[in-house]
C-alpha cells in the first residue's frame, strides 16, 4: 500500500510540472544547425516540430568566429521570405555572436531568412506557431446526477492523505 501512495504522489508530482518553454535548435542541431545547402528547413526540419507560443528558436553556426559574418538570421514578411530580401525587415535577429535566439511570443507564421544571398542556398525557413492547447475542464453537472469531478489538485490531496495514512 505505502509502495502504491507513493508511487502515485511522483506520477501526481509529475503530471503537475508547469509547461516550460521548448527551445528549437534550428535543422536539428546546437552546432552547425544553420548552414547553406544543408536541408530545406521548413519541410525537412520544422514540418516535425510542435512550435507553441513562448517558445525559442536557436540558430548555431558550426565556426561562430568566422560564420557569424557570413550567416545572419532576419524575421521578414511572406514576401520577402518569397523573394529572399532583407531590404525591410520586421527583425534582424542576429547580434554578431554565432548564435542567435528568437522567442516565438505569437500563434501566427513566422518567416526567416539568411542575407547575404544565403537565402537562395536554402537558408531560409518557415515556423507555424500555436497556443498552448486550454487545460481540461471539470464535466458540468446536468438533473439529478452527481457527477465526481477529479482535479489533479483534488488527486493531489487524496494521494497525500493515502500516503500519511500508509505511512501512520
Not at 66 to 91: A, G
Amino acid at each position: 500500500m505505502r509502495r502504491l501512495a507513493i508511487t502515485t504522489l511522483v506520477i501526481v508530482s509529475l503530471l503537475m510540472k508547469p509547461c516550460e518553454a521548448l527551445k528549437h535548435d534550428v535543422g536539428g542541431t546546437k552546432y552547425n544547425g544553420w548552414a547553406p545547402n544543408k536541408m530545406n528547413y521548413t519541410s525537412d526540419w520544422a514540418s516535425h516540430e510542435q512550435f507553441y507560443v513562448g517558445d525559442w528558436l536557436y540558430w548555431g553556426f558550426d565556426e561562430p568566429r568566422i560564420n557569424r559574418q557570413l550567416y545572419s538570421v532576419f524575421e521578414v514578411n511572406k514576401t520577402d521570405y518569397e523573394s529572399c530580401s532583407t531590404d525591410h525587415p520586421l527583425y534582424n535577429i542576429s547580434k554578431g555572436g554565432g548564435r542567435d535566439v528568437y522567442q516565438l511570443n505569437h500563434s501566427r507564421p513566422y518567416y526567416f531568412i539568411s542575407g547575404g544571398g544565403f537565402c537562395w542556398q536554402g537558408m531560409k525557413l518557415t515556423v507555424v506557431v500555436h497556443e498552448l492547447p486550454p487545460a481540461p475542464t471539470e464535466a458540468p453537472s446536468s438533473g439529478g446526477s452527481t457527477y465526481l469531478s477529479a482535479s489533479l489538485p483534488g488527486i493531489f490531496a487524496i494521494a497525500a492523505a493515502t500516503a500519511l495514512g500508509a505511512v501512520l
